[in-house]
C-alpha cells in the first residue's frame, strides 16, 4: 500500500508537469488537441491524488506503524472518528489534503472550461498545474506522508488531545476548502493577464468561485473560533493568535475583492484594484499555510515544527515576485477610461470599503511577522499582543460598519444632498436614538455606544432596501409581502444575497463588542456542597464523578445552576487526561442563552483538602457572533445560487445543445 501511495504520488506529479507544459504548447501552437489532453492529464493527477489520499485514510483506520505518519498522529486506542480526522491532523497529511482539494479542483475548473475561451483556459490550466507542482513536489521529496518507521513501534504516539474535537473534523477543512479554491479565480487573473484579456469576462466566470472561497474561509474562521471558545479553556474564542491572523487576512482581502469587481462588472473600473485584490488573496492562503506548517511563529493552533518554511517562503516569493511583474506589465491596459466622478457616490463608498478592509489586514500582517521580523535584525522576538490588534483595528471596525450601511443606499456615480437626505434621515435617526436609549441605560463606553448606533443604522438601511423592493412589487404585480419578498431575493438574489451577509456581519459585530466589554470572569476555590455566584447565576459544587476507558480518563466536576432559587441545568465541566500522549486537557461545560453564556471550566481539584477550583465567565450576547456566522453563509449560499435570468439562460442553452444535437444525429451518416 506504501509503494501505491508513493508511486501514485510520483505519478501525479509527472502528469502536473506535462498538463502545464501540453497547457503552454497548445496555447502557443494553436493546438487545441493538445490543450484538451492537458485537461485530461489534470483530471488524472487528481486521481492519482486521491488514490495517494485513500493509501494515507486506510493506513490510520488500519494502525499500519510502518508508515510514520500513522505511528505520530494515531493509535490503537484512538476512536475512528478521529484516525479519520488524523488525516490533516499533522504536517505531511494536512499538504496532501490541500494538494488533494487543489487538484480536484483543478480537475473541475478543466471539466467546466474543456470547451470554453481556446485563448484564456490554456493558460488557466498552467497556472493550477504550476501550483500543483509545488505542493507535489514537497510531497515527493521533502515531506512525504509515506515515510516508513524502521522497525516498526507496536503503538503510535497518539493525535494530539486538543485536535480530539468535533469542530477540529470540520475547522481545517472549512479553512483549507476556502484557501485552495483561492487559486481559481487566481490562476484565472494570471490568465487574464498573459493574454491581454482585462475585460470583466474572467471575473465572471469566476465569481461563483470566489463565493465559494468566501464561504469556506467565513466557516473556517467560526469553526476555528469556536474551537477554541470550547476547548482551550480561557473563556474566548480570538486571541490574534498568529494562526488565527493567516486564517483572517485572506478572508479580508477576499471580501475586498468581492466588492471590488462589482465595480468593474458595473463601471468597468478598479481593474488594477481587482488584479492586487486576488492576488493578494491567494498569496496570504499561501503565508498561512506558512505560518502554520514552518513552526517560525509559536502558536496553540500550529501543531507541527519543520524544515518547510524555506521552500514556502521561496514559492511565495516567486509567485509575488512574478504575478507583480505580469500586473505592471500590463498596467497601461488595466488603467479605465472611467473616472470617480464624485466622493459622495457608491463607487467611493466601495473604494473605501477597500481601503478599510486592506487597512485591516496590513495591521494584522504587520503585527503578525514583527516577531519573526524583531528576531532577524535584533535577535530578541517581540511579542504583538491583543492590546496593538484591538486599538488599530477598532476603529477601523467602526469605519467599516458605517460603510456598510451607506453603500446600499448612496447614488451611483454623484449623490446630491436631497438624495442623501431622503436616503439616510429615517435610518440616521434610528442610529442616533439606539445610542442615546443606550447611554440612558448606563452603557458609558463610547465604543459600545458608536456599535449600537452603527448596529441600528446598517440593520435600518438593510430593511429599507427590502422595504422598498417589497412595496415595488406589491404594487406592480399585486403579491402578498411574503411572496414578494421571496420573488425579490429570486430575481436579485446576488445583490440581496450580499444585504443578508451584512446582516449577518452586523450580528457577529455585536456579539463580539458585547461579549468583549461586557464579560464577568470569577474563580473559586470551594468544597462539595459549597456555592458562589457570577453574575446573577449561584453554582453550586455537588462533587466529582470519574469515566476511564483505554484512551482517556474524565473526571467530571457536576455543578448545580441555581438562579431565583431554582435549579435551572447542571453543568459538568472536567479535566481529561489522555493516556497514550501523557497530557491533560480541559472541557468546558456550557450553558448558552441568546442573552449570556454561563461557561465553567474545572481547574483542579485538592485531593488533601478536598477543594475543587473554578473558573466562571457570564459572556454577554457571544451567540449572536455564532448566529451571524451561520447568517453570513445563508447570504453567500443566496448570492451563489443562480437567479431567475440565469436559470433561464441555462435552459435556453441547454434547450440549443439538445437541439443541436438531435438535428447532428439526424444527419449523420450510417456507421459515423
Known sequence: ?????????????????????????????????????????????????????AVLWSALLHNDFTVAYVAQHSSTTLPTFYKVTAFWGGQEGSL????????VFGAIVAWQNRRADPVLTPYVFMCLSLVSIFFLGMLNFVTSPFARTVPPPSEGRDL??????????????????????????????????????????????????????????????????????????????????PVENAAFMPWLAMTAYLHSVMIQERKDMLKVWNMALIGLAFALTLFGTFITRSGVISSVHSFTQSGLGPYFVSFLCAVVGLYTALVLYRLPQLRSEAELESMLSREAAFLFNNLVLVGIAFAVFWGTIFPILSEAVRGVKITVGPPFFNRVNAPLALALLFLMGVGPLIAWRRATW???????????????????AALAAGIGQWYVLATISLAVFVVATIGAEFGRGMRARQRTLSESAPQALISLVAKNNRRYGGYIVHLGVVMAFVGIVASSFFKVEVKRSVKDGQSFSVGGYELVYRGISVKDTTHVEEVDAVVEVR???????????????????????TKVALRQTPLADLYVVFAGLDEKTGMATFQAFLTPMVFWLWAGGLVMALGTVVAFWPDVREREAIARALERRTYALDAGRAVEPLGG
Open 96 to 103: 496532501l489534503f490541500w494538494t488533494l482539494l487543489l487538484t
Open 160 to 241: 494530539n488531545p486538543l485536535l480530539q474535537n468535533y469542530w477540529m473534523a470540520i475547522h481545517p477543512p472549512s479553512l483549507y476548502t476556502g484557501y485552495v479554491s483561492a487559486t481559481v479565480p487566481f490562476a484565472f487573473a494570471v490568465a487574464a493577464l498573459i493574454t491581454c484579456r482585462l475585460d470583466d469576462a474572467w471575473i465572471r466566470r469566476t465569481r461563483r468561485w470566489a463565493l465559494f472561497s468566501w464561504f469556506f474561509l467565513t466557516l473556517g474562521n467560526m469553526f476555528g473560533a469556536r474551537w477554541a471558545y470550547e476547548v482551550l479553556g480561557w473563556g474566548g474564542y480570538w486571541a490574534w493568535d
Open 563 to 585: 438562579k431565583g432559587g431554582r435549579t435551572i441545568a447542571l453543568l459538568k465541566p472536567a479535566r481529561l487526561f489522555y493516556k497514550r500522549e501523557q497530557q491533560p486537557a
Open 418 to 436: 436631497r438624495n442623501l437626505t431622503q436616503s439616510f434621515s429615517a435610518p440616521a435617526a434610528l442610529g442616533i436614538a439606539a445610542g442615546v
Open 1 to 53: 500500500m506504501v509503494f501505491i501511495g508513493n508511486f501514485a504520488l510520483a505519478l501525479a506529479l509527472l502528469l502536473a508537469v506535462y498538463a502545464t507544459g501540453a497547457s503552454v504548447i497548445g496555447a502557443r501552437r494553436k493546438l487545441p488537441a493538445l490543450v484538451e489532453s492537458a485537461a485530461h492529464a489534470m483530471w488524472a493527477t487528481a486521481g492519482m491524488v486521491a488514490v495517494a489520499a
